[in-house]
């Protein structure tokens, strides 16, 4: 056993940097924005700060910082008038700056917000959309931003919680690694993804443009990169499909959700763009920057190369990956149980294979995890058919549809 941990400096490092950030947005307005609004206070300290510039961007729809916070405060009016404070609410967020307005709003108002993308399949969001009362009455504040995982550890569910001391001194450290230089930041990352909305967050808080580009159309891409954006931030199936043109005059590409090939890493770096691989899960938060460990994280490598990942967030947690340490640093990220890493997204063969057997037309069923050049691995099917029975690909894919993510349908499916 193995054991990686943080430097020893790394929380004296963080909680400077942390105090940095605070005087430069007023000791006083920070701890107001943090006491009200929780995990979403950069929202208001960019109001306070730089209430005119503009925040966010959505194609051709810009909101300023100022608006951005006023919107938030209007809804949240609303939404404690309808719920109790503590209820956990789904807030549906499709990479529009409305749905981020909404998810601001409800933390703002009390709530616990979970935040719920594209990338799941109907069943999955039906659990998630009602709202879920508190079991007891929680004591007033803002309430908590609350991603979801990518299938670690099965089905898509919340994670994360309070904003404890350890956690602020993580973040802080992650901020000071990063080291957002001045310009607008291309968003590629989905915002209901934790390394999505983590950036989304670090942009309002340094006051640079964030540039909304998950789920834009093919046609449509082009025009983010009028903004000449000097920070890119994807998972590496998005970034490997950037051209040189597109990343010229590109100061930092910040990768995460998956691993990131050094074959690709080197052609992000060719038009002088320094390069960040960050790796962690949605119950921890990113523990590692080109494999050197976040203030308070610790990682724990067994013998057979499995992981073990400790955080002020959470602690011993199997992500179900294998690596090694290698001058002090993790390399070679990658996974180690039956799951698979596709596009960012961690995937179970076995609920697709269930899905696909529970058809009543299905005699048997076979899913296999195949390389892919863009998305690292995808699911391939072959389906066996009952006797007499008649089912055509567009059928089981529409089925297929009602249960499953995007990214749990098969790439390749056989029927026979």
Do not use: K, N
């Amino acid at each position: 056993m193995t054991t990686l941990r943080a430097a020893p400096g790394s929380r004296i490092r963080a909680l400077l940097h942390l105090l940095r950030l605070a005087r430069v947005a007023g000791l006083r307005r920070t701890a107001s924005a943090v006491a009200a609004w929780g995990a979403a206070a950069p929202v208001a300290i960019a109001a306070h700060a730089h209430p005119d510039a503009v925040a966010l961007v959505r194609g051709e729809v810009a909101v300023t910082a100022g608006e951005l916070a006023r919107r938030a405060e209007l809804r949240a009016a609303e939404l404690a008038e309808q719920h109790v404070r503590g209820t956990r609410i789904g807030v549906e967020v499709d990479g529009g700056i409305g749905g981020l307005v909404e998810l601001f709003a409800a933390v703002r108002a009390g709530l616990d917000a979970v935040p719920l993308g594209p990338r799941l399949s109907p069943a999955d969001a039906d659990t998630l959309r009602d709202p879920v009362a508190p079991a007891r009455a929680r004591r007033r504040g803002p309430g908590r931003l609350l991603p979801l995982t990518t299938g670690t550890t099965g089905a898509p569910h919340p994670t994360g919680g309070a904003l404890r001391p350890g956690t602020v001194l993580q973040l802080a450290d992650l901020d000071h690694r990063i080291a957002l230089p001045a310009g607008p930041v291309l968003l590629l990352a989905p915002p209901d993804h934790g390394h999505g909305l983590s950036m989304l967050l670090a942009c309002l808080l340094h006051g640079e443009t964030g540039v909304l580009g998950a789920g834009l159309p093919p046609e449509r891409r082009s025009a983010m990169f009028a903004a000449r954006p000097a920070t890119v931030t994807g998972v590496p199936a998005q970034l490997a499909r950037l051209t040189a043109p597109q990343l010229d005059g590109v100061e930092l590409v910040v990768s995460g959700s998956s691993r990131l090939d050094p074959g690709l890493a080197a052609r992000l770096r060719a038009g002088g763009a320094r390069v960040l691989d960050c790796y962690g899960t949605s119950e921890t938060g990113t523990v590692a920057v080109d494999g050197v460990l976040v203030a308070g994280c610790r990682i724990r490598v067994a013998g057979d190369g499995t992981l073990r990942l400790g955080s002020p967030a959470r602690r011993g947690f199997s992500p179900g990956d294998r690596g090694a340490v290698i001058g002090g640093r993790l390399h070679g990220v990658a996974r180690a149980d039956a799951r698979a890493d596709s596009g960012g997204e961690t995937v179970d063969p076995a609920r697709l294979l269930a899905s696909l057997t529970a058809m009543p037309e299905v005699r048997e069923a076979r899913v296999t995890i195949a390389p892919h050049e863009l998305l690292g691995s995808v699911l391939h099917a072959e389906v066996e058919l009952r006797a007499g029975a008649e089912l055509a690909e567009a059928a089981v894919r529409a089925r297929l549809g009602e249960t499953l993510s995007r990214a749990e349908h098969p790439r390749v499916l056989r029927i026979r």
